[in-house]
């Protein structure tokens, strides 16, 4: 059933009414995502152009939709409260489009929200390929297949998807991270869920530089994933240290966050490592051809 | 900066030395003609090293204050950390605190545990990181569950572990749960002390401090704003801002291939296409998601506006950055009468791909099909 997202997750939108939230609600819908409703405080009781229900409160909409998927597209000095309202109304898995939530904030939710898998936020989401789509990604890219991807990227996501659809390999779920310094799942959490799923034949891990992510999931590859084909790739190879770039946590501090370690890190665990994106393709096949 | 730190110390009952911040020698000359004594002339600078950048001064009367205090007023500090330098516009006059111990005390946040995490050690005065790769174990930490708090065993644990000197422990659970309760308050990255003196009379006091805040937080605090425009402006964030981008969207760098891409992740990805290619990226700059003709249109001019860019690579993967807006943004862009015209390759692909390749062709432009193809040919041109 890929992770995290099938064709019956029912799905919310927190700020469906904004310019973001109803353009995006649009294109999810088109995509085949089942949205169920979506909450605007104050707007209770309308509907969208499409359709769709709006709530006064996340309780409300998942009292009357049963939804069990949230996409939050509240400005930052509220999305940790939007956090909190979800969580409260027992949404399973929140998606967190957000950019520019204070670290301070994130701390507390992920001290607080135990049972309630947050992707994100600064994030572009997830997709289930063929199945449904929870996040500002183009759909068009993306291919139903067995390849699972989890990337801490937007853009540089696409890039690769696009590649790995041109050469034929499809997408079991492709899983946007986020780019903040404290994000809900990481690397590690992604590579527990794809390491059980029967529907995912390999895995491709797009980080970059900043944090020790990428460390911790090689480490965690060396020890639970030794029958599923791992490729990695790191952006941001040439960057400078000091400079942050672009990504609230894409940053060299000291000896931390570099390349260099990364690049180790999965070498060590037996992960090959592409120099650029357009040799990923060419590795997955080459692991999947390997006998386990 | 320290003096400001040091407010926020107070607020929250961290003993500081006696002290006065000053902006002219005269005020200095006054205030040690009030307060006779030996006086430390602290600069206030944000970078570190000051101390062996000639930042920091005695004096024990007024004129040897006024006279030590013209020396360091606009004085440019460096140090091989700091090249470039900081020019002093401040300072701190501090009693001469008779130091019998140092520690080193900070709060962080460890994004892997994703909890703040305390840093202790009793060998304060020195480079943390140094101490921590020489000699690890004279370090001590604690991760504490935001969901909790800070409670004082936290520091009567840390305080044994580090195995500092009688003298801190008394006064060490409140220093520590102060500083806690100032990192929560304010959102900071990193709050520090270091160093934390036990002076011969058996005071603990913040010898030193060191504050971090996070700009997504600042909104909380309107009266912290003012920190950062007293701080030196970082010349590639000034620029950003004025450009209509985000803060950390555009950074210079030291190659001569100016670069524009859509996305933090492509922005990185790009830089990387053109060293693979044997070139050296000029600039990272990302437009972010969405962006309109205007937007690229001002980038394009920040670019070209760095006189080593040979050439540039726009490099664009529309997702809800939409083709036809960048396509018309960089046909505007080369239409200005003023600007600076450097060899160009463009790669347009996704969201409405068809129409800004059709705003190209109309302008005589041919985009490449791939990243790694358009990095090559940037790099050839760059070459001439």
């Not at chain 2, 300072?91 to 994703?114: G, H, Q």
């Not at chain 2, 972010?288 to 205007?294: D, H, K, L, V, W």
Request: aromatic share 6%; glycine share 12%; net charge negative.
């Amino acid at each position: 059933m890929a992770i995290y997202l099938d064709k019956n997750s029912k799905v919310l939108v927190q700020g469906i009414t904004g310019r973001e939230g109803l353009f995006h609600t649009q294109r999810m819908i088109a995509y085949g995502t089942q949205i169920v409703g979506g909450v605007t405080p104050g707007k209770g009781g309308t509907r969208i152009d499409t359709g769709n229900p709006v709530f006064d409160t996340v309780k409300d909409c998942v009292d009357a939709t049963g939804a069990t998927h949230t996409i939050i597209f509240v400005p930052p000095p509220y999305a940790a409260d939007a956090l909190f309202e979800a969580y409260d109304a027992g949404i399973s898995l929140a998606v967190c489009i957000t950019e520019g939530i204070p670290a301070h904030d994130m701390l507390k939710v992920v001290a607080t929200t135990h049972g309630m898998r947050i992707i994100g936020p600064n994030c572009p989401g997830l997709v289930s390929p063929g199945k449904s789509l929870v996040g500002i990604m183009p759909g068009h890219v993306f291919r139903p297949g067995r390849i699972g991807l989890i990337s801490r990227s937007g853009t540089l996501t696409y890039e690769i998807v696009d590649l790995l659809s041109k050469a034929g390999l499809g997408q079991s779920t492709c899983v946007g991270i986020g780019g903040d310094p404290i994000i809900g799942t990481t690397f590690v959490d992604c590579l527990r869920s794809f390491a059980t799923d029967s529907e995912t034949d390999a895995v491709v891990v797009c980080g970059e530089i900043g944090g020790s992510d990428e460390e911790d999931a090689a480490a965690f590859i060396a020890e639970h994933l030794p029958n599923k084909p791992v490729v990695a790739f790191i952006g941001g190879r040439s960057a400078p240290s000091g400079k942050r770039l672009g990504h609230a946590g894409a940053i060299i501090s000291g000896n931390t966050g570099t390349p260099q370690s990364k690049v180790k890190a999965f070498e060590a665990a037996g992960v090959p490592v592409a120099e650029r994106p357009s040799q990923i393709p060419m590795l997955v096949k080459e692991r999947l051809a390997v006998p386990a | 900066m320290e003096y400001q730190g040091k407010e926020l110390f107070r607020g929250v009952g961290i003993p500081t030395p006696r002290g006065v911040f000053v902006r002219s020698p005269d005020d200095v000359a006054a205030f040690i003609a009030e307060n006779p004594g030996a006086w430390v002339l602290k600069s206030q600078v944000l970078m570190g090293g000051r101390g062996k950048a000639g930042g920091i001064k005695f004096a024990s009367s007024p004129d040897e204050g006024r006279e030590l205090a013209r020396e360091l007023i606009g004085k440019v500090l460096r140090n091989e950390q700091n090249p470039d330098g900081e020019e002093v516009k401040s300072l701190l006059v501090e009693e001469k605190v008779a130091i019998a111990s140092e520690a080193y005390v900070s709060i962080t946040i460890d994004r892997a545990a994703k909890k703040p995490v305390v840093i202790v050690t009793a060998q304060g005065g020195m480079d943390v990181e140094e101490v921590a790769a020489h000699d690890p174990d004279a370090i001590s930490k604690y991760w504490i569950d935001a969901a909790i708090g800070f409670e004082p065993f936290i520091a009567r644990r840390l305080a044994f572990a580090a195995k500092l000197p009688t003298g801190f422990q008394r006064a060490f659970p409140s220093i520590l749960g102060g500083l806690y309760a100032m990192f929560m308050e304010y959102g900071a990255n990193l709050v520090e002390i270091n160093p934390l003196v036990l002076s011969e009379d058996g005071r603990v006091i913040a010898s030193d401090a060191k504050v971090d805040l996070d700009d997504n937080g600042l909104y909380k605090h309107p009266e912290l704003k003012a920190w950062k425009n007293e701080a030196p402006a970082d010349e590639d964030q000034a620029a950003a801002l004025a450009t209509g981008l985000g803060i950390s969207n555009y950074a210079k760098l030291d190659g001569n291939i100016g670069i524009i891409a859509n996305g933090a992740g492509l922005g990185m990805g790009t830089m990387d296409a053109v060293r693979n290619a044997g070139g050296a990226a000029a600039n990272f700059l990302d437009i972010g998601g969405g962006a309109q003709a205007e937007l690229v249109k001002k980038s394009y001019n920040l670019v070209v506006g760095d006189p080593k860019v040979k050439a540039m690579f726009i490099n664009i993967f529309g997702g809800i950055t939409r083709g036809d807006q960048v396509a018309k943004g960089i046909v505007e862009a080369l239409a200005g009468d003023d600007v600076r015209k450097v060899p160009l390759v463009v790669r347009l692909t996704g969201t409405n791909e068809k129409e800004g390749r059709e705003i190209l062709a109309g302008a005589g432009m041919n985009p490449v099909e791939t990243m790694d193809e358009g990095a090559r040919r940037a790099v050839e041109l760059a070459r001439g």
